[in-house]
């Protein structure tokens, strides 16, 4: 890979224990946008995953015993050098995952922004005292760091989706193995050279690169030298990767798949909500969790929003994230426009029409169109499943609370984004929708300041805000006793 002010961010083995791990076995990083080899990784295994884990282990004594203060600057001087590095963490993000570059900027800095976040909060890890049963005892709690962390993420965000986890276990006082996803590896190198630039400790950020994610994985889960177990990814994995946890009882958690509803009512500014529809479907080629999957129109404004809606989508232009001007990229991968194809396909057989987009585009078979489906119902694949891709379905509604049945009918819980000016609405869908984080009147929402995560299906445990340490600390009970003179 060219272009780059800083040729060493590219990095191209596993980094265990403060070293890089070179080994026989490569990886090919391929760039979604043009099938090019961008990189070649050391392919690591389960041999260096215990390796990482041990080396967490050691490190974790020493870490643990510094004070937040400590832990704080060392996490402030990541973040600096992250942004500092902004340019070259974007380019190399835009080349291994495809999303335009101004995206894959505005992931780091997303990311930076959790390591910022807990380094602040990390001064802020309070305990209790509670008054006791009888006078000659007093009750403290206190919270520690619960050990070495494990994490495995996905390829959406190769970035933001490890910082927001290692961020807070740092700052907890726990250290960190990450097995990024297989596609992605380049960012979460990057980041381990920063870490190790900024001054992190051997052994307390590991990262582990390799394709065997079932025999990887099956170590990070199992081993009982692993404390707590973070997960990104998709719901059908994160359920397998739950049960391998409960043969140690880790504690847990997940950030899962999603499928946001996003509602329109006829009292809502319609360009606002033209314009949040469009940001929260189209970024990252539709391939987020929170993502909008499905829009929800009162009848009285389909038309209305369903012409502006298309007007704005026909603005978007797509193509390789490396171009100026691009604002939707390539999907992951062929297989994923295939699937993508196969929901729209499907629902098209039930009744649904494709309103706009150029189904048969031709510039890569990397690459689908933004495609805009009516006449959608709340069966068909596309509402029912989650698309992770650049398709929006509109649903029309009569009411209020057809909206929030609608809605509500599926068994994920991530996101939900609605649009009214109606505040006795407001507050009555806000507290009626089943979704661990809702926009209203906002199609983006995710900030370090404010809690991440989903109800039902979507996962367990939150991530950033004053809530995301909570998953890496232990609580403990001192009773003491014996106080009467
Ligand atoms: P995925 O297939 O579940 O993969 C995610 C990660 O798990 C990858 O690192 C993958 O490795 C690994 N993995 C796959 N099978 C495994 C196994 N049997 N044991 C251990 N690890 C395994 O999900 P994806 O398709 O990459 O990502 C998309 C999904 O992530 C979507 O459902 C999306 O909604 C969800 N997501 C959720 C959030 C959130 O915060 N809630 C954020 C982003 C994405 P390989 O790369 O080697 O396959």
């Known amino acids: 890979m060219q272009h780059l002010n800083d040729q060493k961010l590219l990095k191209h083995a596993s980094y265990i224990n403060g070293c890089w791990h070179y080994c026989v076995n490569e990886i090919a990083i391929l760039n979604p946008a043009t099938g090019e080899e961008i990189a070649k990784v050391c392919n690591a295994g389960v041999t260096e995953t215990e390796l990482a884990i041990q080396s967490a282990k050691k490190a974790l004594k020493a870490w643990s015993a510094k004070s937040a203060n400590e832990r704080s600057t060392l996490l402030r001087n990541w973040f600096d050098l992250m942004m500092a590095n902004q340019d070259d963490l974007g380019r190399i993000l835009t080349s291994e995952q495809g999303k335009p570059l101004a995206e894959a900027k505005g992931e780091v800095a997303y990311g930076a922004s959790f390591i910022e976040w807990f380094a602040e909060e990390g001064k802020r890890i309070y305990g209790d005292t509670i008054p006791a049963s009888s006078g000659d005892k007093r009750i403290v709690v206190i919270k520690q760091p619960i050990g070495v962390v494990a994490a495995i993420t996905p390829w959406n965000f190769p970035n933001a989706m490890i910082a927001r986890k290692a961020a807070a276990a740092l700052a907890a006082g726990c250290t960190f193995v990450v097995r990024p996803a297989t596609q992605t590896p380049l960012s979460a190198l990057a980041m381990a050279e920063l870490a190790e630039r900024a001054g992190i400790p051997a052994g307390v950020f590991n990262v582990v690169v390799g394709d065997d994610a079932r025999g990887m994985g ?29 043969t140690t009882v880790k504690k847990v958690s997940m950030e899962l798949g999603g499928n946001a509803p996003f509602i329109v009512f006829d009292d ?54 490396l171009d100026e001007d691009v604002t939707v990229g390539p999907m992951i991968t062929a297989q994923a426009v295939k699937e993508v194809r196969k929901l729209i396909d499907e629902s098209i057989s039930q009744g649904a029409e494709l309103t706009f987009g150029d189904y048969d585009l031709s510039i890569g078979e990397n690459f689908l169109a933004p495609i805009v489906l009516s006449k959608v ?68 929402i995710s900030n370090a300041a404010a809690p991440f995560g ?10 950033g805000s004053k809530y995301g340490l909570d998953d890496y600390l232990e609580i403990k009970y001192l009773c003491m006793g014996g106080l009467d003179k």
């Open 268 to 321: 809502a500014d319609i360009d606002a909500a033209v314009a949040g529809a469009l940001v929260s479907k189209y970024r990252n080629a539709g391939q987020t969790c929170v993502c909008t999957n499905r829009i929800l129109v009162q009848e009285n404004v389909l038309a209305e929003f369903t012409e502006k809606f298309i007007e704005a989508v026909k603005a978007l232009s797509i193509g390789n994230g």
């Open 454 to 463: 989903g109800m039902k299906q979507s996962g367990n445990g939150r991530e």
């Open 377 to 444: 119902t709340n069966d068909m694949p596309v509402a029912h499943y989650e698309i992770f891709g650049p398709v929006a379905p509109i649903i029309s509604f009569q009411d209020e609370s057809e909206a929030i049945t609608i809605a509500n009918d599926t068994e994920f819980g991530l996101a939900a984004y609605f649009y009214s000016r109606d505040i006795g609405r407001v507050w009555r869908v806000a507290e009626g929708l089943d979704f661990g984080m809702v926009g209203i009147n906002e199609g983006l």
């Open 218 to 246: 099956k170590i990070l889960t199992e081993h009982k030298d692993i404390a707590k177990f973070t997960f990104t990814g998709s719901t059908e994995v994160g359920k397998s990767l739950i049960s391998q946890c409960a």
